[in-house]
């Protein structure tokens, strides 16, 4: 008889631009309250926002590790100037904690090293999952976009590593060393005044016909709609995905992870458990084609009455 392993809780770095004492109020309560048994902190959308987040750090790795979860810090997704390929490099060299890579500069720097990948690298496939392996990689969180089939068969082909999956959050689609979102503030990036710190949970871009479509953070384009995989989460742990992540939203994310975790213990049913998702995160529009090989956009029912 195959015995599946359920999978564990991780909730990777806030992407917005949130003020330091809301930033670290919010990991404080994770720790206090949240079933979340990994978290991956840090900047990794736009440098400049370092200085917000830098002072309280320490206090919150402390803080998450005596609440007894493990903590990794993540790099940056994008280095365009030599001052952030120094943060990069001061990261991997003086980091008492596992690195998570989030582009190639900081993969080549930790060749060697253990470390973990994320969902900003492009792993799409086993050939790709087993090379990054053999330089270190301990886990990889796979791209958010990815169908189910590809998840499977990357699982399958690369043993000795394991996987984690994008399954709540606005899906991370692109990023710029142009800032969108402080020139349609009439502003540049070099003297952006931090106004994407006006947007927590990024700025909706519409179309033509006023239907929302994506959403502006910074230098990052995220997608409208939230990524909630909950109703997949027994075909995810049966496939071998041993971490199920969370991104953090301007939003009840306690409740969240706590709608997660039932879930995937079987103490929820699919449909409470999306109405849940639903509560915590009013407003949103929920979305998983992504995994089905749709539009990421769409929303699939699969087994949600059940």
Not at 132 to 156: D, H
Not at 264 to 285: F, W
Request: some cysteine.
């Amino acid at each position: 008889m195959t015995v599946t392993t359920l999978p564990s809780l991780s909730l990777g770095p806030v992407l917005y631009l949130w003020d330091g004492p809301k930033w670290r109020d919010f990991y404080f309560r994770i720790a206090d309250e949240a079933p979340i048994a990994h978290v991956v902190i840090g900047e990794t959308v736009c440098s400049k926002r370092l200085h917000f987040i830098e002072p309280h750090v320490t206090e919150v790795v402390e803080r998450l590790e005596r609440a007894g979860k493990s903590v990794s810090l993540a790099s940056l997704a994008l280095v365009t100037l030599e001052r952030e390929s120094q943060v990069v490099r001061a990261l991997v060299r003086d980091s008492a904690h596992p690195v998570e890579a989030n582009d190639l500069s900081a993969l080549g720097l930790l060749a060697g090293k253990p470390h973990s990948v994320g969902p900003l690298i492009n792993v799409y496939n086993g050939a790709t999952a087993r090379l990054l392996a053999s330089r270190g990689a301990t886990s990889i969180c796979l791209p958010p976009e990815l169908p189910m089939t590809s998840v499977g068969e990357i699982v399958r082909d690369a043993h000795g590593v394991s996987f984690e999956i994008f399954a709540f959050g606005r899906v991370p689609l692109a990023i710029s060393a142009r800032c969108a979102h402080a020139r349609s503030k009439g502003l540049v990036k070099d003297n952006c005044q931090f106004i994407c710190g006006d947007d927590p949970d990024g700025l909706t871009v519409e179309t033509l016909d006023r239907q929302p479509f994506l959403v502006l953070n910074g230098v990052q384009t995220v997608s409208h709609t939230c990524q909630a995989l909950i109703q997949e989460l027994p075909e995810l742990a049966a496939a071998g995905i041993s971490r199920i992540r969370l991104s953090p939203q301007d939003c009840d994310m306690v409740s969240v992870a706590r709608a997660f975790d039932d879930a995937i213990a079987g103490r929820s049913a699919p449909a409470d458990a999306i109405a849940r998702l639903q509560e915590a995160y009013p407003g949103a529009q929920l979305s998983n084609g992504f995994h089905y090989a749709r539009q990421g956009a769409a929303w699939i029912a699969g087994n949600a009455s059940t």
